[in-house]
């Protein structure tokens, strides 16, 4: 069976569907460089309401485990791969890439020049598209918000420990592997949701704060800026991804929309303060204007070393600090995880009390 992938631009291209057969959707289209951990990606809350093309020629021979999802079910609207594995080989694997994807109602095509299509995105950025089961005569693309803000609304907590280092976690799209991190080093992690307040968060008695990850348009959360502006006067605080964004917002730095974003588990990033260069694993579409934070309290402590972009901040002289990429990875390498280790540190230091 056909389908066919439309591209804002008015680019077409037709390939196998995979998947689920008979859904059509329209969603933002991006591309990841990784070459392994297409589970983790596709489960990865901020891939919500996007279309993920796999520039890695091969994708799924591994299949589907029960220990890679990063939230229940695939997050992503649809995936586009030049070929899906249908031999799969893993001890662990319980599923085919293509019956995860029919289970989770999300449609695929397959048989694409992913190459090509990622050239057309690299020179025309992110746009939308739409993959449907007849070709498109002229595709409408109606202006909408980057997402539905829809996010958990369950609040959760780990078992106690005897002297548990407890973190809020604010979850704007979260994935299991922050909170994994979290619990690895030794915290008691409580999730709540963006609707929280200060005072809800405070008679929580939290020792720190975690602003997650998350889908969208960073600009979105608006609402939620105050939250942070008093969180980060109380409580050691460390955001990631999503959750720098916000952090750089709520001190009056600027967020902006890239060409095509940094998704990928290879992306180099020097740390201004030691000179170092960690590999990191990434996924966003929007960045923090760099320029824009030198009007603010904030210090600007990592940069990619490809574009220069903001990947790191912190506050100086009080145990707040961010990073634009995702230290938990998941997939990709782990040699950003120290930074949970560096926050939980804080954590001890600062006692868990006002610090300002
Ligand atoms: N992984 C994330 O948290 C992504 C943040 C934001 N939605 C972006 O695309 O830039």
Request: hydrophobic share 40%; with cysteine; aromatic share 8%.
């Amino acid at each position: 069976m056909k389908k066919y992938l439309t591209l804002e631009n008015g680019d077409q291209f037709v390939g196998t569907a995979v998947g689920d057969l008979s859904k059509e959707i329209k969603g933002e289209l991006v591309f990841t460089t990784s070459m392994v951990g297409y589970q983790e990606t596709l489960t990865d809350p901020s891939y919500t309401n996007q279309i993920i093309t796999f520039t890695y020629p091969l994708i799924g021979n591994y299949g589907i485990s029960l220990h890679a999802n990063q939230s229940p079910a695939v997050a992503a609207s649809a995936v586009v791969m030049q070929e899906i594995a249908t031999t799969v080989f893993h001890y662990q694997s319980v599923m085919t890439l293509d019956e995860f994807l029919k289970k989770s109602e999300v449609p695929g095509i397959a048989g694409i020049d992913t190459r090509q299509l990622t050239k057309i995105i690299r020179k025309h950025g992110t746009m939308k598209a739409s993959l449907t089961n007849q070709p498109l005569a002229q595709s409408s693309f109606a202006k909408s918000k980057s997402v539905d803000m829809v996010v958990k609304s369950a609040t959760f907590t780990t078992p106690q420990d005897q002297h548990p280092d407890h973190v809020v976690l604010v979850d704007f799209g979260v994935k299991t592997n922050i909170v994994e991190s979290l619990k690895n080093f030794g915290a008691n992690v409580t999730v709540v949701t963006p609707e929280a307040s200060f005072d809800s968060i405070a008679a929580l008695h939290p020792d720190g704060i975690l602003l997650s990850n998350g889908p969208g348009d960073p600009e979105d959360w608006a609402d939620f800026l105050p939250v942070i502006r008093e969180l980060q006067s109380h409580y050691p605080l460390f955001g990631i991804c999503l959750g720098h964004q916000l952090l750089a917002l709520a001190n009056g730095a600027r967020t902006y929309k890239m060409v095509f974003g940094h998704r990928g588990i290879n992306h180099p990033v020097k740390n201004l303060l030691t000179n170092e260069v960690v590999i990191t694993s990434q996924n966003h579409g929007y960045a923090v204007d760099i320029d824009s934070v030198t009007d603010t309290p904030l210090e600007v402590t990592a940069i990619e070393i490809n574009d220069k972009t903001c990947e790191g901040l912190r506050y100086p002289g009080r145990p707040v600090f961010s990073v634009q990429y995702h230290p938990e990875a998941a997939p990709g390498p782990h040699e950003a995880t120290r930074l949970f280790n560096q926050f939980i540190d804080l954590m001890h230091t600062n006692g868990g009390v006002k610090h300002a």
